[in-house]
């Protein structure tokens, strides 16, 4: 469940603008206004909340967790988890086991990671505007995501929440193949709040007594 929580997350801080093809014009110009805006920071921190349903067991479960994006570079804080990546190694503490996994960064335009959340439905995706909807005063624009070729994704289908006035993700509702639903929102959103490059380095030393495995 743990990396179905962190799968869900990725999508969350890395979706990007589709290709026109069926996708609308709408849509298109709202994706491309969140793209812009996400682009313009030098780094953002959000802190967000995860809820899993799944429809065939019954299932129910939900997480919290802060990540922090510079560029190509991660920090990820979730479930008992760490995930630090300086864009080319990336470090996974898990606290239960008191264990640090290290193995290489993977780019893949299909995957979800952390930092193209943000930017995901840039690439495979045609996008539909829904309508407007409200939440207290803030006004939300809707937008459903079909990926382009369903065999290369896990989901078959995304919906967004973008805030109208600030161009920012305020929520995503993430519709596995295998019958769960992802509900991702971001309790809170800043920009520019990292200066420290070593922010992103490692550091064994803040866990003590870990034993290091190295899959590189």
Known sequence: MKSKLLIALLFLCSASLPTLGQSD???QEILNGVSAKYKSYKS?????????????DKSKNSQKGTIYIKGNKYKL????????????????Y?????????????????SITPTNVFTLY?????????????KGN???????????????KNVFKVKLNINKGTKVLESAQVYDKNGSIQTITVDSFASDVIDDENFFTFNSGSYPGAEVIDLR
């Open 25 to 27: 014009k709408q849509s």
């Open 44 to 56: 953002v921190k959000a802190t967000f909340s995860i809820a899993v349903e799944n429809s065939k």
């Open 77 to 92: 804080q979730i479930a008992g988890q760490d995930v630090i990546s300086d864009g080319k190694s990336r470090w996974t």
């Open 94 to 110: 898990l606290k239960d086991a008191n264990e640090i996994q290290i193995d290489h960064l993977r780019n893949d335009e299909n």
């Open 122 to 134: 840039e690439k495979g995706w045609h996008s539909k505007y829904i309508g407007e909807t409200k």
């Open 138 to 152: 803030v006004t939300l624009q809707q937008i459903e995501l079909i990926p382009i070729d369903p065999k290369k």
